[in-house]
């Protein structure tokens, strides 16, 4: 299989006193022209473009059709990504990017009409992420261990504490790994299609390679 995305700096978040910033550290991924990992997924979309010298190579389909045959993978213009589309019989639909060059990024999007809360309501729409993920999770081969990243999502979600620096913000990325090569995950867009149908997408990334 592949891996891969983007180089990391350190980023603060604004507190309440001098004291507190200590508390307030989180790890932010950007690129060499400072890109957040959304941004750069909406770039590497618009320019489907070959890619050369990538650590990782060309990807592959990680969904098991044994558990969910109405799927379907294509490898994007690039050669590099690959974007695999999962009907369920429920109605509810997931689209997986398999991305990334210097990282191996996989961004699951869920579009489902079985739950219904405003958007700014992050606690519900971060357990629901991580619900979906784990409803799936039998029939995916991945080689990022997406177990361990939604045990540490569920973690970072009960930990949150309302104005200690600790609030629920998407496109945080949450490390779970324990090698010399990060793990993280990250829930990143909470959108509503229409009266009753949503979109959640989380990704779980591994890098640099």
């Given amino acids: 299989?592949?891996?891969?995305?983007?180089?990391?700096?350190?980023?603060?978040?604004?507190?309440?006193?001098?004291?507190?910033?200590?508390?307030?550290?989180?790890?932010?991924?950007?690129?060499?022209?400072?890109?957040?990992?959304?941004?750069?997924?909406?770039?590497?979309?618009?320019?489907?473009?070959?890619?050369?010298?990538?650590?990782?190579?060309?990807?592959?389909?990680?969904?098991?059709?044994?558990?969910?045959?109405?799927?379907?993978?294509?490898?994007?213009?690039?050669?590099?990504?690959?974007?695999?589309?999962?009907?369920?019989?429920?109605?509810?639909?997931?689209?997986?990017?398999?991305?990334?060059?210097?990282?191996?990024?996989?961004?699951?999007?869920?579009?489902?009409?079985?739950?219904?809360?405003?958007?700014?309501d992050l606690k519900y729409w971060f357990n629901t992420a991580t619900g979906l993920v784990t409803e799936i999770y039998n029939g995916v081969e991945s080689p990022i261990d997406i177990k361990k990243g939604i045990t540490q999502l569920k973690n970072h979600i009960d930990s949150d504490q309302p104005n200690n620096c600790k609030n629920l913000k998407l496109g945080d990325e949450i490390d779970f790994g324990e090698s010399e090569i990060r793990d993280f995950v990250s829930v990143d867009r909470i959108e509503k299609l229409t009266d009753k149908k949503y979109a959640i997408e989380v990704s779980f990334a591994t890098g640099p390679l």
């Fill in 1 to 120: 299989m592949n891996r891969f995305i983007l180089v990391l700096t350190i980023g603060l978040f604004a507190c309440n006193s001098t004291t507190d910033k200590s508390k307030c550290v989180s790890k932010k991924l950007v690129s060499k022209d400072s890109l957040s990992l959304s941004e750069r997924q909406n770039s590497e979309t618009t320019n489907q473009i070959p890619k050369v010298n990538c650590t990782r190579g060309k990807a592959e389909p990680i969904i098991n059709k044994i558990v969910y045959p109405k799927t379907t993978f294509v490898l994007q213009p690039d050669s590099i990504s690959g974007i695999e589309t999962v009907t369920f019989d429920n109605g509810d639909k997931l689209t997986i990017k398999n991305w990334g060059c210097e990282y191996y990024v996989l961004t699951f999007r869920f579009e489902t009409s079985r739950f219904q809360r405003d958007t700014t």
